[in-house]
């Protein structure tokens, strides 16, 4: 059976960054088989910006013959009524959850320009956010072992485990300070786990993947050398997990996790706390 | 006149990441008084997880006598069912808005475990995720600046204006391989351009900052230093908006916003596309 994909315009817009739009509708249109054109629209606080707008959803519409779909956040009344004119599917991605609260709890709203999550506009989280950051930087890939009093996880996997990316999106979504270090040869050779990580035992969290994504990883790096081969692939991940298992080291399988599933994930598993939400 | 603010607890849950109703939630709960005290289950997939959940809502209804609110997206019937009947004032999420876009559309909404934002389960987006926020590493502070035809986008700005969380945001987010260089001493001295960026000219953009916010922020890094002190901060930042100025670059002021602020604004300004949503 063949299942029909329509092709249609998705527009996020909001006074403020978009990104709660952008994050609702996008798993929305998700459900459906759509073949989505997405573009955002921050900051549409102006009549100008509006009018680009505007005009982009007539055109689409002109063009396509179908309605595009518009996933908003509109806090000034004048803009949002004359985008509730253009010829779109809008949907307002807060207001009936917010009426919604609005009687269960019995409080007024007040709506106010939207800010995004990890905000930190207060400088205690913005001074935490950066800290985060710079910590899981200068901790990046074993550049240092030194400060590990101060680390909330330590990483360790195989080179291109996903170690650096699951590390920044910790410190800058979650404000945690993150070491990861990459098990070197000798590492690997001699089972062995660095004396430097004894007493951070419990910070110890290991990321493994499957042999085959692996080796398509490394080919994507380095294609035809020795490092992406699949023998050598094998190797290190088997050696690897069985010190994961023998140290009793909590590990996941990344292979087929986004960089936020894995992050999530490892939280969880870790049974840690964010710092910013 | 004194507002009356309420404390309340709040849960995030799903059956996948639960970024979705962190981050719709979160700006819910920032329109209302609320004190609120959040908390995420994500992946609650299990009726363990559930019991374990269910039974945190019974304890804190208990001990504040007030009702958490439960924002939610849940794909496993069973699991939904059970949650509804916990005593908490619960949204589902998606649910309303997937019913309008169903009617709008007239397609059949096809449900399935969220995935986050930025996923790319396919191979072309992950490594090109990879690829952008390595590049970006490689290139934070000045590091090298070799390559600046592959950069998307050039950051410029002193010391401590926002330019690497910037350049991780945009490089893990929107895909983009971000340079960005801080302006040092001779730089600002001459008040010159690097040759380098000559002909790249068209990638340059500015971050830029209030002297008292910077003077802040260097305090917190350096107390007590020359480099932290007021005339030093007005100083630089007084040539360097001159030579942004003089160089047509464009620039934003980052004193009161956020990272994804910063971030976007950046992206709306440049004229750029994101490589990812």
New interface residues.
Partial sequence: MQIDI?S?DVFYVSD?????C???G?????????NAH?K?F??VESEDKLDDLLREIEQSYQRTGR?P?V?F?IVIPRIKHRLLQAPA?S?D??A???E???G??E?E????L????????D?ASY?D??AA??YT?AH?DGITLKGLDEADIILLGVSRSGK??TS??MA?QFGLRVVNYPFIDEDIRRLRLLPEFEIHRHKLFGLTIDPQRLN??RE?RLAGSDYASTEQCISELKSVESLFRREAIPYINTS?L????IS??I??KAGLR?RL?
Avoid: C, W
Avoid at 26 to 34: A, D, N, S, T, Y
Avoid at 109 to 112: D, R
Avoid at 114 to 121: A, H, L, P, T, Y
Avoid at 258 to 261: C, I
């Fill in positions: 329509q249609r403020g960054t978009a990104i709660t952008e994050t609702l996008h798993v929305v249109i998700g459900q459906f088989p759509l997405e955002t921050p900051f309605k779909l996933f956040s599917h949907y991605v807060l009936d959850i917010v919604q609260v609005k269960d709890i409080m709203p007040q709506p106010k939207q800010r995004s999550r990890s905000v930190g506009k400088s001074f956010r950066i950051i710079e930087l990046d650096t990316p920044l999106y800058m398509e990883i994507n087929s986004s960089v936020e599933e999530t994930r939280l969880e964010r939400l």
